[in-house]
């Protein structure tokens, strides 16, 4: 099952319209709030040009790229951790999601209302995160309730453990931090896990812009806090742009980016960066029936790597040979990267890199 992408934000932001660039898929943009009622789901292709390449070398049949879903969620609005606009139930949906892409809005358009009246992303940012941040809090206080009377019963490692990480995460909340931003040991990441924290999701930024801002990069000075921030990962995107780009055919599209003087659409970057931002890597196998890419998670080994293609293949697994897929698109073969030493055999604790072709030798 694709990881989950939570698009979040306040009213109006240009959350739909951008979930309906990344989907081709129609939805309700109407120009008023809470237009939103059910979350909207879409599976996405996450592009990447080796796949092609990889393709015409191994002459495949076909291409199989990996994928990532993206859940529209209804605007969220000051007061939603009690139940103002759409509340809670909202805050529910971003729950089930694996991270969290939250859109701000940094252009002008006296046509298209704003809920709280003025643009000023990083405001609005501070109102999302505070509304995450309080629901988090609530969750908290009710487990920590909960945990008293459980541990009168009898206490386990695993309940001290949770009853001092809730004591640290109540502190960081109270002060208005988010959890992501805490150190955690592993055992306290295990038993809060199953708590599904909003403000211990990865969270990055999408700051939808007008062309003339994304040409001249003056977005910037409309979140000088945020985009000084190493710690976050922040992406602009022309969302009605992205909306044109979504109904050209390729040639089309190329002949008005090149116009354009971009590289990349900015749902490719936004694409690329939520994949990176779940943590993930793309390893590849390629041969006459198919070429495909796979997804790990980063640290993961050959075996995971093995058992993602099919569940017998960890237990089994024998070996790995690896070529980086940079140096088999530029050789041009598996037998030039063979003779030029470029072929790895690589054993169960090897650490799978971004780009490895792999062929596994398992066991039957």
């Known amino acids: 099952?694709?990881?989950?992408?939570?698009?979040?934000?306040?009213?109006?932001?240009?959350?739909?319209?951008?979930?309906?660039?990344?989907?081709?898929?129609?939805?309700?943009?109407?120009?008023?709030?809470?237009?939103?009622?059910?979350?909207?789901?879409?599976?996405?292709?996450?592009?990447?040009?080796?796949?092609?390449?990889?393709?015409?070398?191994?002459?495949?049949?076909?291409?199989?790229?990996?994928?990532?879903?993206?859940?529209?969620?209804?605007?969220?609005?000051?007061?939603?951790?009690?139940?103002?606009?759409?509340?809670?139930?909202?805050?529910?949906?971003?729950?089930?999601?694996?991270?969290?892409?939250?859109?701000?809005?940094?252009?002008?358009?006296?046509?298209?209302?704003?809920?709280?009246?003025?643009?000023?992303?990083?405001?609005?940012?501070?109102?999302?995160?505070?509304?995450?941040?309080?629901?988090?809090?609530?969750?908290?206080?009710?487990?920590?309730?909960?945990?008293?009377?459980?541990?009168?019963?009898?206490?386990?490692?695993?309940?001290?453990?949770?009853?001092?990480?809730?004591?640290?995460?109540?502190?960081?909340?109270?002060?208005?931090?988010h959890l992501r931003e805490l150190e955690w040991t592993d055992d306290e990441q295990k038993e809060l896990r199953q708590l599904q924290f909003l403000t211990m999701k990865p969270m990055l930024y999408v700051v939808n812009v007008d062309e003339g801002q994304m040409m001249n990069g003056s977005w910037k000075s409309k979140l000088p806090n945020l985009v000084q921030r190493m710690d976050i990962r922040v992406v602009p995107v022309c969302v009605k742009m992205e909306a044109e780009l979504a109904s050209m055919s390729d040639e089309e599209k190329k002949e008005y980016m090149e116009t354009m003087g971009l590289e990349e659409s900015g749902l490719d970057k936004l694409i690329k960066v939520s994949y990176d931002v779940l943590g993930l890597y793309t390893f590849l196998t390629t041969g006459e029936v198919e070429t495909r890419a796979w997804t790990v998670l980063k640290g993961a080994k050959a075996p995971q790597a093995a058992g993602v293609i099919h569940s017998d293949f960890e237990k089994t697994f024998i070996r790995a040979e690896v070529i980086s897929a940079e140096d088999l698109i530029r050789e041009g073969s598996e037998s030039a990267c063979r003779d030029k030493g470029l072929l790895r055999i690589e054993g169960k604790d090897y650490v799978m890199k971004d780009g490895d072709v792999c062929h596994f030798r398992v066991g039957v």
């Not at 695993?158 to 960081?172: F, Q």
């Open 1 to 177: 099952m694709p990881l989950q992408i939570g698009i979040v934000g306040l009213p109006n932001v240009g959350k739909s319209t951008l979930f309906s660039a990344i989907t081709k898929k129609a939805v309700d943009c109407a120009n008023f709030p809470f237009c939103t009622i059910d979350p909207n789901v879409g599976v996405v292709e996450v592009p990447d040009e080796r796949l092609a390449k990889l393709s015409a070398i191994s002459k495949s049949q076909k291409i199989v790229p990996t994928t990532i879903e993206f859940v529209d969620i209804a605007g969220l609005v000051k007061g939603a951790s009690e139940g103002q606009g759409l509340g809670n139930k909202f805050l529910s949906h971003i729950r089930e999601c694996d991270a969290i892409a939250q859109v701000l809005r940094a252009f002008d358009d006296e046509n298209v209302i704003h809920v709280d009246g003025s643009i000023n992303p990083e405001r609005d940012a501070e109102t999302i995160g505070i509304e995450l941040a309080l629901a988090d809090l609530e969750t908290v206080s009710k487990r920590i309730e909960s945990l008293s009377r459980q541990m009168k019963s009898g206490k386990t490692k695993e309940l001290e453990i949770l009853k001092v990480a809730l004591e640290k995460a109540k502190i960081a909340l109270s002060d208005g931090k």
